[in-house]
T-cell receptor, first 119, second 113 residues
Framework: DGGITQSPKYLFRKEGQNVTLSCEQN?????MYWYRQDPGQGLRLIYY???????QKGDIAEGYSVSREKKESFPLTVTSAQKNPTAFYLC??????????????????FGQGTRLTVV | AQSVTQLDSQVPVFEEAPVELRCNYS??????LFWYVQYPNQGLQLLLK??????LVKSINGFEAEFNKSQTSFHLRKPSVHISDTAEYFC???????????FGSGTQLTVLP
């Protein structure tokens, strides 16, 4: 079955540690995204990538890093520079910008999320 | 720049009553609009979308939303809600010039027995 998989579902981090969240998709989507979700704040974009070996900062990129070495994978590293990392992290994928592919499915497909807690 | 405003953070409603969740967007160009639903500790699932054509779009579970260009709105409605509709609902916009989805802050719908 095609889909997008995040792992692990729950992750605990000690202060000062870097941790990496995994996101894999087999939908053949060009674009992938990382969002952070905090109560009452909706989803905020951390990083996104429209194509392999290219990615762009979103609204809250400080303290995070990503890579896009393969089309199907977009891991997110939460570094020790992120001062308040406890949150629910969501990965998503979609086809490339729809203005280049009019009429195609444009929605983003989401993983089940990773809940990161700093202990 | 694009932005999305969901005016109501919490909407309690009794079972079988109608509900409307409001969404307004800001974009100077043509847009694609989406409603997503999120159940606790899960990812987001697409509920319905507007890309072009008919301004009224419907989901398979009875929700509908109407794109109103003059009011820049995309409100979500259901004539009769069920307990199982309890969830958080997110409105999202993708404009023709943007490269990522922008989400509203979400509306928690709680259906009461």
């Amino acid at each position: 079955d095609g889909g997008i998989t995040q792992s692990p579902k729950y992750l605990f981090r000690k202060e000062g540690q870097n941790v990496t969240l995994s996101c894999e998709q087999n939908l053949n989507h060009d674009a992938m995204y990382w969002y952070r979700q905090d109560p009452g704040q909706g989803l905020r974009l951390i990083y996104y990538s429209q194509i392999v070996n290219d990615f762009q900062k979103g609204d809250i990129a400080e303290g995070y890093s990503v890579s896009r070495e393969k089309k199907e994978s977009f891991p997110l590293t939460v570094t020790s520079a992120q001062k308040n990392p406890t949150a629910f992290y969501l990965c998503a994928s979609s086809i490339a910008n729809p203005r280049f592919r009019a009429g195609a499915n444009t929605e983003a497909f989401f993983g089940q999320g990773t809940r990161l807690t700093v202990v | 720049a694009q932005s999305v405003t969901q005016l109501d953070s919490q909407v309690p409603v009794f079972e079988e009553a109608p509900v409307e969740l409001r969404c307004n967007y800001s974009s100077s160009v043509s847009v694609y609009l989406f409603w997503y639903v999120q159940y606790p500790n899960q990812g987001l699932q697409l509920l319905l979308k507007y890309l072009s054509g008919s301004t009224l779009v419907k989901s398979i579970n009875g929700f509908e939303a109407e794109f109103n260009k003059s009011q820049t709105s995309f409100h979500l409605r259901k004539p009769s809600v069920h307990i199982s509709d309890t969830a958080e609902y997110f409105c999202a916009v993708l404009s023709g010039s943007a490269r990522q989805l922008t989400f509203g802050s979400g509306t928690q719908l709680t259906v009461l027995p």
